[in-house]
């Protein structure tokens, strides 16, 4: 579709919440399609993990963003999709890569939406390409369950706090779900979440620097139980590290469900965000160092550390073995 001015950031690029939302919407699209393939009960494929997402190039007003999906591997109750996001001058005719990302769907039965169905099988071209699917439902299926196990951390307000310390830049959101954010079970979208979560991290990237603030790329999103409609979410976000010319954020999402519900309030999303500041003429600009104050602050600037070390030593490995 062609991207409009209500798509845009306050720097006249898409928001990358957009270009979120349209990723999983295309995903939930081929997934619930592949999943209602055959015979059986109908179901509604709901997103479960996304994998990172790197933001390759800024999409511009008036460009016509193309998103195309395809399934990769299928287990015995979830789906893997590769998606990727191409902008078009239609002027020009200019065509380029803006997004890649990969995503986790489990199919939703539409009679009892706790009951997960079973995945029609994919064919494979190769025996490896099975394999190395497999392998990577292992990995994510292995970390799924370490960040849901360190998911208790909530996010308190700060009095009078210091420039560029946590407590100056973090932010909170506060959503009721509406039927316009769900899907046909009552659930909200995994996009629509995406998005506000993307809003949030934003503003504590923005409120950080006070420049021009982009999101360049993010770390897997895991969706740890499902929101209903009528529920009042809270998105918060929080600084946990920066580099010289980029900054991680930590965004999670809290649920509050229906109040006849005996339930209390409960982690329903996770994630880390990745922005880098520009100046008007969309230049990388220095990132203020952060200032940590207390031991779990430094404790997070030190895991983030190891994330983004990690990130650059993939990103320098993959560099070296595309120049060969």
């Known amino acids: 579709r062609i991207m409009r001015p209500d798509d845009a950031n306050v720097a006249g690029n898409i928001h990358g919440g957009t270009i979120l939302k349209m990723i999983e919407e295309a995903g939930a699209i081929i997934s619930t399609r592949h999943c209602n393939s055959q015979a059986g009960e109908p179901c509604v494929a709901a997103l479960a993990r996304v994998e990172r997402t790197d933001f390759l190039s800024p999409v511009c007003i008036g460009e016509v963003a193309n998103v195309s999906a395809e399934i990769t591997y299928t287990s015995r109750h979830s789906v893997e999709v590769q998606v990727n996001v191409m902008s078009e001058n239609i002027l020009t005719g200019a065509k380029k890569v803006t997004n890649k990302a ?129 529920s009042v979410i809270t998105i918060s976000g929080r600084m946990t590290f920066t580099s010289n010319k980029s900054m991680e954020i930590e965004v999670f999402v809290d649920a509050d469900p229906f109040v006849d519900e005996p339930r209390e309030r409960y982690r329903a999303v996770s994630a880390f965000f990745t922005y880098v500041s520009l100046s008007k003429e969309g230049k990388p600009l220095p990132v203020p160092q952060l200032l940590t104050e207390t031991e779990d602050e430094k404790r997070r600037f030190e895991e983030g550390k190891g994330r983004y070390l990690q990130t650059k030593a993939k990103r320098q490995a993959q560099m070296q073995q595309a120049a060969r």
Request: glycine letters at 6%.
């Open 102 to 230: 990969t995503l986790w769907y489990v199919p939703l039965s539409l009679k009892n939406v706790n009951k997960v169905l079973e995945v029609p099988p994919i064919q494979y071209a190769r025996k490896e390409q099975e394999d190395e699917g497999k392998k990577r439902y292992e990995e994510q299926k292995l970390d799924r369950l370490e960040t849901k196990q360190r998911n208790g951390d909530v996010i308190f307000p700060i009095i009078n706090p210091e420039p560029h310390t946590v407590g100056y830049s973090q932010s909170s959101l506060i959503h009721l779900v509406g039927p316009s954010d769900c899907t046909l079970l009552g659930f909200v979208h995994g996009g629509v979440t995406m998005k506000l979560m993307d809003e949030v991290a934003g503003i504590v990237a923005a409120r950080h620097c006070k420049t021009n603030i982009v999101t360049a790329s993010v770390d897997a999103i895991n969706f740890h139980e499902k929101i209903k409609k009528g």
